[in-house]
């Protein structure tokens, strides 16, 4: 290699290294933007809302007066509302799941089925909404009721669902499948026995999160007619209900600064249950990954 090639390559690797260090600046400069306007935005929060945060908060329904004002309806709200949820979401998406990776032949049909699935997963909320309110408030005539928005959340998160229980079901080991046939078991018992105790990590880890998200959603639940100040708790599926982020949008829109501040404090609220939903997730797959 001569004098002269011996110095392109030397540009060529200097440029190299000077467009690496460049891009890794930039890439830590997003990195912390993100972070900062995190801290900030939790900062003027937990600042603002702390000072509201106690029992009589919690145990208080909603009121005129931000100092009487509380979240205790839209609480009980949300866990009613995820109590149906859960259960219709986990059911049906990791049963179609199971259908799909399992039972269905592959063809174009169910090609066309999966990659549906996948785009479900981008619609925006309020389409969901809307759905909710023709076929369960109108046309099912469940009105404003709790049944009505949990199959609403579960239409909504069902798609992420399905998807994360067939990634889940897709990274088991086919040996696993060919040592359960040797033993003698049926395709179902291999799926009971195998499958689903490996893909239990992946399951739950995306219907947590999944949820994680339904709790968090406002714009189906204001379509379908959920009410915005409720002085009562659910007693059944088939009552109206609130829930932690119509009750805060409900607060912030009011004139008064006050109210504002109450808004913070049901922030707070929320975000603790969005980090509860969460830790619960990342133990469930911590724990059963060491298992399997």
Do not use: C
């Amino acid at each position: 290699m001569n004098l002269i090639d011996k110095q392109f390559v030397q540009r060529k690797m200097n440029s190299r290294i000077i467009k690496s260090q460049v891009m890794r600046q930039l890439f830590f400069l997003a990195t912390a933007f993100g972070i900062v306007v995190l801290a900030v935005l939790l900062y003027k929060i937990f600042s603002e809302g702390i000072p509201y945060l106690d029992w009589n908060f919690l145990s208080s329904f909603a009121s005129r007066f931000p100092e009487e004002a509380g979240i205790k309806a839209a609480i009980a709200g949300s866990l009613w509302l995820m109590a149906v949820t859960a259960p219709i979401s986990l059911i049906l998406g990791v049963g179609t799941a199971i259908y799909l990776e399992e039972y269905a032949r592959e063809n174009k049909f169910t090609r066309f089925i999966r990659m549906n699935i996948s785009n479900l997963a981008g619609v925006p909320s309020v389409v969901f909404g809307l759905l909710g309110l023709t076929v369960f408030v109108r046309l099912m005539e469940m009105g404003r009721s709790v049944i009505a928005g949990g199959l609403t959340m579960s239409l909504l998160i069902l798609p992420i669902i399905v998807v994360a229980a067939q990634e889940a079901i897709r990274s088991i080991p086919k040996n696993q499948y060919e040592a359960s046939y040797a033993m003698g078991a049926t395709k179902w018992q291999t799926i009971r026995r195998v499958v689903l105790p490996a893909a239990i990590p992946g399951i739950l880890t995306g219907g947590i999160l999944a949820l994680s998200r339904a709790i968090g959603e406002t714009a189906p639940l204001l379509m379908i007619g959920a009410l915005s100040f409720v002085a009562y708790l659910p007693e059944n599926i088939w009552s109206s209900f609130t829930v932690l982020p119509i009750q805060i949008f409900n607060w912030t829109g009011r004139p008064q600064e006050e109210f504002h501040l109450v808004a913070s404090a049901g922030i707070i609220v929320l975000l603790v249950a969005l980090l509860l939903m969460n830790s619960i997730a990342v133990l469930i797959r911590n724990k059963f990954s060491k298992r399997y």
